[in-house]
């Protein structure tokens, strides 16, 4: 990207050949040069930066490069061009950067995998390499994000009832029985490989079942279903596959049906904390339901509802659930 503004006499590239690789370029600017050769207001750019989960600079610190230049101008235009609303700019940022974070933590991980000793032992060996790998990552990155956002669409389009922004759902957790306990006693190695078989497993069942998964947290994980019949194939195949596993401990589950508020890629309102609560409530290897779920699946033959009454639970008085089981 070609600037006429010139870089600092001061400014130091960085001694790190893979953090030069990384970030395109040697640094050249301070945080004032960018937000002027982006046309933004300072103020502004440093509250984008720190919604990205980034650490404070110093106003003399010339970390940036062209690519920050770059993206403000981007984000700018896109605020201008009224694609992003100017109130949200700060949330679209928050949001994108902590997707990218999580996704960044994995691919170092495999990075450090693959190369071993090397990773450490031999910076511009590791640099060479990510400079031969990012382009192939961005590459399949924006391949799966297009995919994702097709099919999004799609669903979107597809839906007759395009009135309440809080759509119809259901909610459901996930949790592995015992996880405190198995922190204690695994090795990383073997936590390590019970969480990629889990995530691995729930992203299967999911996906089969026309389920979508909204986020993994540790031992849990919280999807969303269009349907009740689909939310509970997911939840009873989860159950289901996870006692065909040997390594994998058991799993608690909630279902709740009713509305949510989607912003952001994640969900929230009371029928996401009816699901958590009944997670809490469930024994090992077992389904629980709310009442709503309840109403819709008790005519179908091929589901089975244990009435549970009503219980004592932190911020619903008197919360009704179900057992749901598959009939024979």
């Not at 019949?229 to 799993?251: C, H, Q």
Request: aromatic share 6%.
């Amino acid at each position: 990207m070609c600037s006429s503004f010139e870089p600092h006499d001061d400014f130091v590239a960085p001694d790190n050949p893979v953090e030069r690789a990384l970030l395109g370029g040697d640094p050249r600017y301070r945080k004032a040069d960018v937000a002027r050769l982006a046309g933004v207001e300072l103020s502004r750019a440093e509250r984008l930066w720190q919604a990205m989960g980034f650490a404070h600079v110093a106003a003399e610190a010339v970390v940036f490069t062209d690519y920050d230049v770059e993206a403000m101008r981007t984000v700018d235009q896109l605020v201008s061009a009224e694609v992003i609303p100017p109130e949200l700019e700060t949330a679209v940022a928050r949001s994108l950067a902590q997707t990218m974070s999580r996704l960044a933590e994995w691919q170092m991980g495999i990075f450090r995998a693959v190369l071993g000793d090397t990773f450490a032992a031999d910076v511009e060996t590791t640099a060479e390499v990510a400079e031969a790998i990012l382009p192939v990552m961005e590459h399949l990155q924006g391949y799966v994000w297009r995919r994702h956002l097709s099919a999004i669409a799609a669903r979107e389009l597809d839906e007759a009832d395009t009135g309440p922004e809080e759509p119809n759902v259901v909610v459901g957790f996930a949790d592995i029985v015992g996880y405190t306990r198995l922190v204690r006693d695994y090795s990383e190695r073997e936590l390590a490989r019970l969480i990629d078989d889990f995530e691995d497993l729930v992203t299967r069942v999911i996906a089969e079942n026309h389920g979508r998964i909204v986020k993994t947290v540790g031992d849990e994980v919280l999807f969303v279903a269009d349907t009740v019949r689909d939310g509970a194939e997911i939840a009873l195949s989860l159950n289901e596959n996870v006692a065909d596993e040997p390594r994998l401990p058991p799993l608690r589950i909630g279902l709740a049906h009713g509305r949510v508020l989607a912003r952001f890629g994640d969900v929230y309102g009371s029928t996401v904390n009816i699901a958590s609560r009944l997670t809490t409530l469930a024994r090992p290897a077992s389904v629980l339901v709310d009442r709503e779920c309840a109403g819709e699946l008790r005519d179908q033959d091929r589901f089975s509802l244990t009435p549970l009454g009503p219980n004592k639970v932190s911020g619903f008085r008197g919360l009704r659930a179900w057992a749901l089981r598959r009939v024979g």
